[in-house]
């Protein structure tokens, strides 16, 4: 599974708005292959982070990264725009704050 760095609750949370997701942009669950929890790190951390996991990831395959710097978002949006990836995100509100996911595809 690729929240197991993550407690139970979290898992739950993360496995449900990020299946939410792919149903809502028609993508197959087997597309995201690698997790990145980049919470409570600061910018430009999460783009630092996303570069080095996605070297990992296969072509036509994609990184779940989560982000609670608001930066982020431009960060990574722009990243994504400048290599030719493609970049999903959204955000959902917690106890904690805002929380930016990231679903970012590797091309073939």
Known sequence: MIFDTLDSSE??????????Q?????????????F?????LPCPM???????TLRGVAGGQALYL????????TD???YCQKNGLT????????????IYHFIIIKPL
């Open 11 to 20: 898992q739950a949370f993360f496995a449900q708005s990020l299946s939410a």
């Open 76 to 78: 990574l949006m722009a």
């Open 46 to 52: 999460p783009l630092l982070k996303a570069k080095i």
């Open 87 to 98: 970049a999903h995100t959204w955000r959902t509100d917690g106890d904690g704050g805002a």
């Open 66 to 73: 989560v982000a609670t710097d608001k930066n982020s978002q």
């Open 36 to 40: 990145f929890d980049a919470r409570q």
């Open 22 to 34: 792919l149903a809502q942009l028609g993508l197959d669950s087997q597309t995201v292959a690698s």
